[in-house]
């Protein structure tokens, strides 16, 4: 998935940055309220993390000008531990949670994938496919009880992918999917890890499709 975090404090946003790439999720920083609120595509995003104290544009003003520009995504407030009435009214102007600094990194993770889980209409936290069960909040994919190890990337495209199951996901959305921070992911890169992925899923069960000029599609392999 694809995160916006929306915070000034650079040690902290770089923490939080880094936690959330482990993840295998793409990451994009805008530091001040101002380029937040200015954003022309919040809706490519899957979830945005806004801290509320931001300079030139407090967090409230750019979270009510995101939703009032219709902006659907879930929103996680980052706040100190002396903005409880600010809380409150982040909540009623829209927010989905809100995080209370200091914070864990685990923590904020775990808040992360219960929002994206309720934005999907969830309830558990596994995708599965044919025999293959993916478990987003331990990061394990599995097949017949036995573990099928991926880098975290491959488990993000993996994730993408059994989400749209028999459907297409188009290229460009891997590629913002995997992109990170620091380094862009080109749709040759994508190339790359489908064509990783397809010999890991060889013997399991699954195929992945290209739709040549669009992306791909995960689906049940035929019998043979
Ligand atoms: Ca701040």
Redesign the pocket.
């Known amino acids: 998935m694809r995160i916006l975090l929306v ?3 650079p040690a902290l946003s770089l923490g939080v940055a880094r936690a959330l790439e482990r993840e295998g999720w793409g990451v994009d920083v805008l530091n001040d309220g101002e380029q937040a609120a200015a954003h022309g595509l919040i809706d490519q995003f899957d979830l945005a993390i806004l ?5 030139k544009r407090d967090g409230m003003e750019v979270l009510r000008g995101w939703r009032g520009r219709g902006a659907k995504l879930p929103v996680l407030l ?1 706040t ?1 531990r002396d903005e409880l009435g600010d809380r409150v009214q982040g909540l009623n102007a829209g927010a989905d949670d809100y995080l209370v600094k200091p914070f864990d990194l685990p923590e904020l993770v775990a808040r992360l994938r219960a929002l994206k889980r309720r934005a999907e209409g969830r309830i558990t936290e596994t995708l599965s496919l044919g025999e293959l069960t993916l478990d987003l909040a331990h990061r394990e994919l599995m097949h017949r009880g036995e573990r099928v190890r991926l880098s975290p990337r491959e488990l993000a495209l993996t994730e993408l992918l059994m989400q749209r199951a028999g459907r297409l996901v188009p290229k460009e959305s891997i590629v913002a999917t995997l992109s990170s921070w620091e380094s862009d992911f080109s749709e040759n890169s994508v190339e790359v890890y489908v064509h990783r992925l397809r010999k890991r899923f060889a013997d399991l069960g699954v195929a992945i499709k290209t739709v040549r000029g669009f992306g791909y599609v995960m689906e049940l392999a035929e019998a043979s």
């Not at 801290?51 to 300079?55: H, Q, R």
Request: avoid cysteine; charged fraction near 40%; proline fraction near 10%.
């Open positions: 915070e000034d404090d801290d509320l104290g931001l300079p980052l100190a």
